[in-house]
């Protein structure tokens, strides 16, 4: 016997759902309680499937809610419905497919994909092949449900559809879909165009085996009218551009120009899949030649087409990773922001044309870098110095995107054009405004590298006025153009920073919560670069009491507390004895940040059904506050450690599952056993080995920080370090001679290893030969400074010990010794002492020879500062 339902049930399920569309919220609430009250009658799910299939009289949205209401219990409880409620739904479910409506054909497919993705793809063998058979039916319905079914399928199960799991059903799939790209209607060749591209990426065997009838049959609906279908015809030649571009070669030529055509596509969609190609193909090894070849200047114009919208990336927290300071420090990637304005129709957020069409521009100009400017400057002109604000506007924001792949050739037009834009500074249109700002901050390295009079200050003058412009997108893009010249500019804004705080701080009082965050990081990035210019009284004045009510106001599950704990982190540390007054409140803070947050996932990891996963964001900013604590206020923050349990909290940290907490509390430990040693020093037999632990390269900035952490307790260990030298040195040793390893982490190993050898001779010096080359070659490059001293030492005593350890590699030796500028004397007179050493034992002429394999610098350098 067929399941039935009961009448008077059935009303009652109607009139729920009825309810459910009612706007009152009280309303709402009652049916929520209605549902989870029926939930506890199985077949509560067979009213909602009779509902959505069968009672044809019913309007749609009701049907459709039904339909929606039984896949979240799918969801939740599928495993508790009886066999026959389970049944009686996929039985339904393939039955009415074909519905005459497409809204209940869609909720249908999506019940079905929501039921398959509950491990029923094994269990309901009958599936895949029903829905591929009703692919060939007459009725246009059923064909289009059935399709409508398998895209979702497609999209949710693509791993397991290539699998030995299921029999590969592809084998079957694949071919029978592209059948369908000549089929008559769009949609259907819509469908089934984006089930095959489900499978690209992934290479699946069965698309691999036919893939030429999959190209040849993209390119057959290349001019389609339909819109949808050649949205998916340009996202498939994306793909396969990364996968199998062996097999798109012979065709570059016609899918380049196919692609330039369709980045002008009436409709913004298409236009917008196909600009991603120029993205894709420049990470090609191809790319050149086969661009070469064609009309570059159509590539551009599609960039005159602007939809008001800005190219600006938001920021996100970056762990406090430890590094050296160089000759030339790189800045961190990604560092603009997003915002909506009311200037503007589309949300800020969207990836658009406009957006793709820079990013393209941007990688093109990487490409060709200065063979694209003599194709772009005649447009380029005509566009920057056009009447019409929206096409000067689209030019400035194409200046912007060129900047850094045409910077060389760009620069005799510069001295022109910088002026022009600081003038489109005061724009009366707002995008003009900020897209100005967007693209000057691209120009800022080269700004700085002029006299400030006629460049730095005007574009400082202006940006400041910008900073505190009554619109909101150009607020925004103005502080984060600014972060970028301070980046830049660093203590070429120490003679201005009154006025620059001035600024800052007033707009505190000005901006939304959004900019706000933007604000915070424009602060923090000025602390960053004047570093201890900031700690004048004048300046703390201006600056700590707005950051310090922020702070008040904010409660410890607020998400804004990241951005204002970084740019507190910064200031901490450009302020050092400065920020005492403030210290106590902003530390005891972090602490119990911490605390409550090792205390939530202890609760999460016994009771997962009770309690929510934290959100480890929290302690990692507040840890790396901590840290800017420890090393901007030294030997200060003794006193607050004292009365603290943070040297519990850290060896919880030290073990957490998330790289990024480990990484921070490595951070911390650090900066605390060079702040405060006395209190950590209780604690290293406990510490050393899980900071051993952590010497794993798989995850770098974790085993950075834990080999920059150990070579500051070794200084500070002395001999007492001995016991554990072997708990880390051979990891150390692996690292330093593994090839890739990346500069960053190299470096700080070299230290650590010196340091180490520094205290600990005897234990490290029979080591010397496996690692002196790469230990020579990575420190060459780093400033003087402590950690290089402190290292150089390590060697020197460790050749004292192991002097045969040098002799293979004594030519990297004496290079690394040449690249000091300064050492300290008695630092001299250990290199003296062992190239004089060296020279003596090998004898006057072997030296000669040896001698003479130096690059002449090398010789000149040895020679005149220790006369060998």
Known sequence: MEWQPDEQGLQQVLHLLKDSQSPNTAAQRAVQQKLEQLNQFPDFNNYLIFVLTRLKTEDEPTRSLSGLILKNNVKVHYQNFPPAVAHFIKQECLNNIGDPSPLIRATIGILITTISTKGELQTWPELLPHLCNMLDSEDYNICEGSFGALQKICEDSSELLDSDALNRPLNIMIPKFLQFFKHCSPKIRSHAIACVNQFIIGRAQALMDNIDTFIESLFALAADEDSEVRKNVCRALVMLLEVRVDRLIPHMRSIVEYMLQRSQDPDENVALEACEFWLTLAEQPIYRDTLLGQKLGDVEEDEAVPDNEQDIKPR????????????????????????????????????????????????????????????????????????????????????????????????????????????????????????????????????????????????????????????????????????????????????????????????????????????????????????????????????????????????????????????????????????????????????????????????????????????????????????????????????????????????????????????????????????????????IAEFLPVLGLNLNPEFISVCNNATWAIGEIAIQMGTEMQPFVALVLNNLVEIINRPNTPKTLLENTAITIGRLGYVCPQEVAPMLPQFIRPWCTSLRNIRDNEEKDSAFRGICVMIGVNPGGVVQDFIFFCDAVASWVNPKDDLRDMFYKILHGFKDQVGEDNWQQFSEQFPLLLKERLSACYGV
């Open 316 to 683: 996100f927290h970056k762990s406090r990773t430890v590094t050296l300071r160089h000759e030339g420090n790189e800045a961190e990637e990604g560092e603009e922001s997003d915002e909506d304005d009311d200037d503007d129709d589309d949300s800020l957020s969207d990836w658009n044309l406009r957006k793709c069409s820079a990013a393209a521009l941007d990688v093109l100009a990487n490409v060709f870098r200065d063979e694209l400017l003599p194709h772009l400057l005649p447009v380029l002109k005509e566009l920057l110095f056009h009447p019409d604000w929206v096409v000067k506007e689209s030019g400035i924001l194409v200046l912007g995107a060129i900047a850094e792949g045409c910077m060389q050739d760009m620069v005799p037009y510069l001295p022109e054009l910088i002026p022009h834009l600081i003038q489109c500074l005061c724009d009366k249109k707002a995008l003009v405004r900020s897209i100005a700002c967007w693209t000057l901050s691209r120009y800022a390295h080269w700004v700085v590298s002029q006299p400030p009079d006629p460049y730095l200050k005007p574009l400082m003058t202006e940006l400041l006025k910008r900073i505190l412009d009554s619109n909101k997108r150009v607020q925004e893009a103005a502080c984060s153009a600014f972060a970028t010249l301070e980046e830049e500019a660093c203590t070429e804004l120490v003679p201005y920073l009154s006025f620059i705080l001035d600024t800052l701080v007033f707009a505190f009082s000005k901006y939304q919560h959004k900019n706000l965050l933007i604000l915070y990081d424009a602060i923090g990035t000025l602390a960053d670069s004047v570093g201890h210019h900031l700690n004048q009284p004048e300046y703390i004045q201006k600056l700590m009491p707005p950051l310090i009510q922020k702070w008040n106001e904010l409660k410890d599950e607020d998400k804004d507390l990241f951005p204002l704990l970084e740019c507190l982190s910064s200031v901490a540390t450009a302020l050092q004895s400065g920020f005492l007054p403030y210290c106590e409140p902003v530390y005891q803070r972090c602490v119990t940040l911490v605390q409550k947050n090792l205390a939530q996932a202890m609760m999460y990891n016994q009771h997962p059904d009770q309690y929510e996963a934290p959100d480890k964001d929290f302690m990692i900013v507040a840890l790396d506050l901590l840290s800017g604590l420890a090393e901007g206020l030294g030997a200060h923050v003794e006193q607050l450690v004292t009365r603290s349990n943070i040297m519990t909290l850290i060896f919880q940290c030290m073990q957490d599952t998330m790289p990024e907490v480990r990484q921070s509390s490595f951070a911390l430990l650090g900066d605390l056993t060079k702040a405060c040693f006395l209190h950590v020093k209780p604690c």
